[in-house]
């Protein structure tokens, strides 16, 4: 029972590429989240899903696009990448809508 | 929104009872109270949600007055790896993960 995996760890985007952020949880969560965390700040939701093939917009999702085609995974997309967009990104998952949220470890996203 | 306000940083002894108090003067009727807490490189961990009165678990106690505008986690005798940030969250649950809210949270520091 591996929890939430989020893949990759670390990436080292320059401006205008795209790339792919997977998370993955293998509790059966109907729910799943993803926040970025910038240095020494709280998490701020990015979009959020309540099940499969729905999504929602959190509190900052300009720049992000996401897309939940299985229950087990949540991607998160950066169509063309900003140096603004340099942050940790953690992907969440709970059983219930905003209770009791399990955290991946986290990816931390470098973009020059 | 309910804004939360909490003590930037915290510093205890081992052995000894800390308590982290969180102010939300507009908590509205239907919001609950979580705390989070997270270690350097990790995503955040619950610890305790709840709506009024106290609540206990094995690892906190959660302390919420009659007029629900703050609210304290107690840590009854903190250890070294009790050193970390801790978020207060105050919002909807079950209803709407877009109200969800992670503040700048409390760094706590336990010296031996």
């Known amino acids: 029972n591996a929890g939430v995996t989020q893949t990759p760890k670390f990436r080292v985007l320059k401006t205008g590429q795209s790339m792919t952020l997977l998370c993955a949880q293998d509790?059966?969560?109907?729910?799943m989240y993803w926040y970025r965390q910038d240095p020494g700040m709280g998490l701020r939701l990015i979009h959020y899903?309540?099940?499969?093939?729905?999504?929602a917009k959190g509190e900052v999702p300009d720049g992000y696009n996401v897309s939940r085609l299985k229950k087990q995974n949540f991607l998160l997309g950066l169509e063309s990448a900003a140096p603004s967009q340099t942050s940790v990104y953690f992907c969440?998952?709970?059983?219930?809508?905003?209770?009791?949220?399990?955290f991946g470890a986290g990816t931390r996203l470098s973009v020059l | 929104l309910a804004k939360t306000t909490q003590p930037i940083s915290m510093d205890s002894y081992e052995g000894q009872e800390v308590n982290i108090t969180c102010s939300h003067n507009?908590?509205?009727?239907?919001?609950?109270i979580t705390w989070y807490q997270q270690f350097p490189s990790q995503g955040p961990r619950f610890i305790i949600q709840?709506?009024?009165t106290k609540v206990t678990n094995e690892v906190a106690s959660l302390f919420i007055p009659a007029d629900r505008k703050s609210s304290t986690l107690s840590l009854p005798r903190v250890s070294l790896s009790d050193t970390a940030v801790y978020y207060c969250?105050?919002?909807?649950?079950?209803?709407?993960?877009?109200?969800?809210?992670f503040g700048s949270g409390t760094r706590l520091s336990i010296r031996p």
């Open positions: 969440a998952s709970s059983y219930f809508l905003a209770v009791d949220q399990y």
């Open positions: 509790m059966n969560h109907e729910y």
């Open positions: 899903s309540v099940g499969e093939g729905t999504t």
């Open positions: 507009n908590i509205a009727t239907n919001d609950y």
């Open positions: 709840g709506y009024k």
């Open positions: 969250l105050v919002g909807e649950i079950y209803s709407s993960a877009s109200k969800i809210i």
